[in-house]
């Protein structure tokens, strides 16, 4: 696209999807709405069809601003996966550790991308 405001707008919104789906899901579980474990499994299964796609713009996209605002929001994307109550790639699911569930390596893609 030509316009790399319009662009970068829509990498800022994608990200807001992604926050928002969490506030979305957590409340729905804790209305009693569905199971929390699998109301967070969809937040973040989300949140890695976003990253994915934000890693993808950010590998093809040529333009400084558009590739600094996918970084941006990829990283905001990371810290929203791996909070404390969010989960973690790999590990031993120890205590209240979940083990954040991506068959497709979304985040080991992002990972070589961020380095």
């Known amino acids: 696209h030509d316009d790399k405001s319009f ?3 829509a ?3 994608v990200g807001k999807v992604a926050e928002l789906a969490r506030i979305v ?5 804790f209305t009693g709405g569905i199971d ?23 590998e093809f996209s ?6 600094g ?8 994307l990371l810290a929203q996966l791996w909070s404390k109550d969010g ?7 120890e205590g209240n550790i979940k083990v954040l569930k991506d068959p ?9 991308r961020l380095l």
């Open 7 to 9: 662009a970068c707008a």
């Open 11 to 13: 990498i800022i919104a």
């Open 25 to 29: 899901y957590d409340r729905r579980a």
């Open 36 to 58: 929390a474990d699998a109301a967070r499994d969809e937040s973040n299964s989300i949140a890695l069809g976003c990253l994915s796609g934000l890693v993808t713009l950010s």
């Open 62 to 67: 040529k333009n400084d601003q558009v590739v």
């Open 69 to 76: 605002e996918c970084i941006a929001t990829i990283q905001r």
């Open 87 to 93: 989960g973690f790639s790999s590990g031993g699911g």
């Open 104 to 112: 497709a390596l979304i985040q080991e893609r992002v990972l070589k």
